[in-house]
C-alpha cells in the first residue's frame, strides 16, 4: 500500500520559515519523481517545485530564491523548506510522487501565513 504522508505545516507569520516532510512508504521512492503542489481556498492546485529521481530540479516563479526542495532516498522523504514566507503561500501543500502513468498523492498539510 503506497502512502505519502506529510507534515510540518502550520500557522506562521510573514518572513518566517517552515519546512515540509513528505514520508513514503510503498513505493521505491529513489526511482520516483517527486513534487509538492498547493491549493489555496477558491483555487486550483499548482505545482510548487519538482524534484526528479536523479536530483534536477524546477520551481514555480513566486517561489524561486525562497523555496528549496530536497529529498533524502535513504530516509524515504522528500522536503520542502521555505524562508521568507508570504500571505500569498498560504494554502494546502501536498506532495505527488511519479512514475511513468502512476501519480500518487498524499493528504496535504496546511500552512497558514498570516500576522
Known amino acids: 500500500q503506497v502512502q505519502l504522508v506529510e507534515s510540518g505545516g502550520g500557522l506562521v507569520q510573514p518572513g518566517d520559515s517552515l519546512r515540509l516532510s513528505c514520508a513514503a512508504s510503498?513505493?521505491?521512492?529513489?526511482?520516483?519523481?517527486m513534487g509538492w503542489y498547493r491549493q489555496a481556498p477558491g483555487k486550483q492546485r499548482e505545482l510548487v517545485a519538482t524534484?526528479?529521481?536523479?536530483?534536477?530540479?524546477n520551481y514555480v516563479e513566486s517561489v524561486k530564491g525562497r523555496f528549496t526542495i530536497s529529498r533524502d532516498n535513504a530516509k524515504k522523504t522528500l522536503y520542502l523548506q521555505m524562508e521568507s514566507l508570504k500571505p500569498e503561500d498560504t494554502a494546502a501543500y501536498y506532495c505527488?510522487?511519479?512514475?511513468?502513468?502512476?501519480?500518487?498523492w498524499g493528504q496535504g498539510t496546511q500552512v497558514t501565513v498570516s500576522s
Open positions: 524534484i526528479s529521481n536523479v536530483g534536477s530540479t
Open positions: 505527488k510522487a511519479t512514475l511513468g502513468a502512476q501519480d500518487y
Open positions: 510503498g513505493i521505491k521512492f529513489s526511482s520516483y519523481d
